[in-house]
């Protein structure tokens, strides 16, 4: 790749002391009410910002955050890339709500800083053609940036080497929609990126067709950050997927049942795997906000004609980000299907799984997760999984066909469903019965047997009248789990 993409930086209008008022929001004070110091700061956990220059071409590159501001004392910067000649005043703020000392990730401490466009090319091999390991052994990119203007050709071959580093290296790319309604940005085009939009709804919704693979009409966003701009929205997602990987990688076999090891990246358990990470953001996101930080809320998700063939609404994605849930989804463990465990099969009311190899081809084409309702309660549920990309120089693609459904084996019916065909994603939001038993099964949509891996995270809460928070007792569930009207069961 030789081409200079262009590169177009998203509206900004916000002030320093703005940065913390959206903690409430997105579940980080109940967070900290919980774990007090125990709390997950992203300590461990490298990462990659990425930024458009203001520069043009021509002109000095000006691209990285202010390293000097007192918000990244104490941090690491590196410079891959040509060295930025001067500060950002965009990428300082990204960084302040990715890795800033008064966000919510404050434990970030080795960030590489990097123009967009030699990111870009850094994703092209230079003496082979296998995916490199990411900068600094990192495992999340954050991008408050969007390109227009590439050939089709340019365009797709970005989309399959930013997927192929997801799948490969477990290398989270988190990514900001347009500030627009009408018109989708290149990276937002990815299958296996976090796309991150806005609590207000006022960002680009859906994929543009870029080829025969990335099709259009995929749903964009996957969830939304209480804030006024993309740019800001997408650090703070990248944040707390920064503190779900620490989760899985410190509590390591305690809370996943395997792990990988990456050249270059080391061990990535399955708490922290790239699916897991995305499948706990998105069951743990709120459907209904009650935001002190901004008049934005989520009032009437999925109304009308804003339901999505994956389980979604076409302007929040999975809703707004709540760190709470999405951190109770890892800490409560992996938790085996019936089909691969010996015991029963039963759930907790929080938790994921990893499946890696799912599909019919010497392996289980349905995985079964039975849940008893010992109260009314409500249900989140994501499965996620990637796109693959063959780590040679074809770049050849494959996109597996999972379907999510919930049956009511007390009523004997489906409850829900979620079947989508163009999509890597399935997703339920759905209210449980009392006394009710329950079967929440991932099934194959194809024809014929394959192989494949999945995460699926859900997370299961009492019914309320109101979108008020919860009281306090409810964030020992881990602890007290069986009061609250679910079967409790973990497996060891």
Not at 63 to 68: E, F, G, K, L, S
Not at 93 to 117: M, T
Not at 377 to 389: H, I, P, Q, R, Y
């Amino acid at each position: 790749m030789h081409k200079q993409y262009w590169l177009c930086l998203m509206a900004l209008h916000w002030a320093p002391g703005a940065v913390a008022d959206y903690k409430n929001d997105i579940g980080y004070a109940a967070l900290q009410t919980l774990l007090g110091a125990n709390t997950p700061t992203g300590d461990g956990v490298n990462v990659v910002q990425a930024e458009a220059s203001l520069a043009a071409i021509d002109k000095p590159t000006v691209y990285a955050p202010n390293i000097a501001d007192t918000q990244f004392s104490g941090k690491t910067f590196y410079f891959p890339g040509t060295p930025s000649a001067l500060v950002s005043s965009h990428a300082t703020s990204v960084g302040w709500r990715f890795y800033g000392n008064e966000g919510i990730a404050p434990g970030i401490k080795r960030i590489a800083s990097y123009d967009a466009n030699e990111w870009l090319q850094s994703l092209v091999p230079s003496k082979t053609q296998v995916a490199l390991p990411p900068v600094n052994a990192s495992r999340i990119a954050n991008h408050s940036w969007i390109a227009g203007g590439e050939p089709a050709d340019a365009a797709g071959l970005v989309l399959r080497l930013v997927d192929r580093q997801v799948q490969h290296n477990e290398f989270i790319q988190v990514v900001g929609m347009n500030n627009n309604v009408s018109n989708a940005p290149l990276m937002g085009s990815a299958y296996n990126v976090i796309a991150v939009g806005r609590t207000d709804g006022l960002q680009d919704r859906g994929s543009d067709a870029v080829d025969a693979v990335y099709a259009a009409g995929r749903t964009r966003p996957d969830l939304v950050a209480p804030q006024t701009t993309t740019s800001a929205a997408t650090p703070i997602v990248a944040a707390a997927a920064a503190l779900l990987v620490e989760t899985g990688h410190k509590a390591a076999l305690a809370v996943s049942n395997g792990s990988i090891n990456i050249d270059g990246v080391g061990t990535v358990y399955n708490g922290e795997r790239a699916e897991t990470v995305k499948a706990a953001l998105m069951a743990g996101a709120d459907r209904i906000t009650d935001n002190t930080s901004t008049t934005a809320n989520i009032a009437d998700y999925r109304a009308g004609s804003h339901q999505t063939v994956n389980g979604l609404d076409d302007r929040f994605g999975a809703g707004q980000l709540n760190i709470l849930q999405s951190y109770q989804i890892i800490a409560a463990g992996e938790q085996d299907s019936l089909e691969d465990d010996s015991g029963a099969g039963d759930i907790t009311a929080a938790g994921f799984d990893y499946d890696g190899a799912f599909g019919g081809l010497d392996s289980n084409i349905t995985a079964t997760y039975k849940i008893t309702a010992l109260a009314d309660l409500n249900l989140t549920a994501s499965l996620v999984w990637n796109l693959g990309v063959s780590n040679d120089s074809s770049l050849v693609t494959s996109l597996h066909d999972l379907d999510l459904e919930l049956f009511d084996t007390t009523a004997q019916t489906s409850t829900a469903f979620s079947a989508s065909k163009v999509d890597n994603s399935e997703n339920l939001w759905v209210n449980l019965a009392m006394g009710h038993h329950y079967q929440l099964s991932v099934k194959s949509g194809e024809a014929n047997p394959f192989a494949w891996d999945y995460a699926l995270a859900w997370h299961m809460k009492p019914l309320q009248t109101a979108p008020v928070p919860l009281p306090s007792a409810f964030y020992l569930f881990v602890g007290a789990i069986g009061s609250l009207g679910w079967l409790s069961r973990r497996k060891a």
